[in-house]
């Protein structure tokens, strides 16, 4: 399995961003895929995911309203449309997926199984 993130860069507070992540090497609908980040000094956290057959997203209380998560099976690729940026939002964000990922209970999450992206760093800064 590999995945491959893009679209990170430098954006300014209210700014959009728009990331993907390429999949390749198993079936691309026989799984939740999602991202997380990790900012400076801080925990790995969940942010967005969607489910197998696109049925379902979720997502985590701060990006919800701004960030909007969808997948194109044609292309094997999810994206994260991120708007209204805040500072706060700076991190590196990792896309993930696997047969133990996804959104239990309110929380995101993920087993050993899962395959994780290299991650692609969205900084939000004036």
């Known amino acids: 399995v590999q995945l491959q993130a893009s679209g990170g860069g430098l954006v300014q507070p209210g700014g959009s961003l728009r990331l993907s992540c390429a999949a390749s090497?198993?079936?691309?609908?026989?799984?939740?895929i999602g991202w997380f980040r990790q900012a400076p000094g801080k925990e790995r956290e969940g942010v967005s995911c969607?489910?197998?057959?696109?049925?379902?997203?979720r997502y985590a209380d701060f990006v919800k309203g701004r960030f909007t998560i969808s997948r194109d099976t044609a292309k094997n690729t999810v994206y994260l449309e991120m708007n209204s940026l805040e500072p706060e939002d700076t991190a590196v964000y990792y896309c993930?997926?696997?047969?133990?990922?996804?959104?239990?209970?309110?929380?995101?999450?993920?087993?050993?199984?899962?395959?994780w992206g290299r991650g692609t760093l969205v900084t939000v800064s004036s």
């Open positions: 993930v997926t696997g047969p133990t990922f996804g959104y239990y209970r309110g929380s995101f999450v993920y087993g050993n199984n899962d395959a």
């Open positions: 090497g198993f079936t691309f609908d026989d799984y939740a």
């Open positions: 969607i489910s197998s057959k696109a049925g379902s997203e």
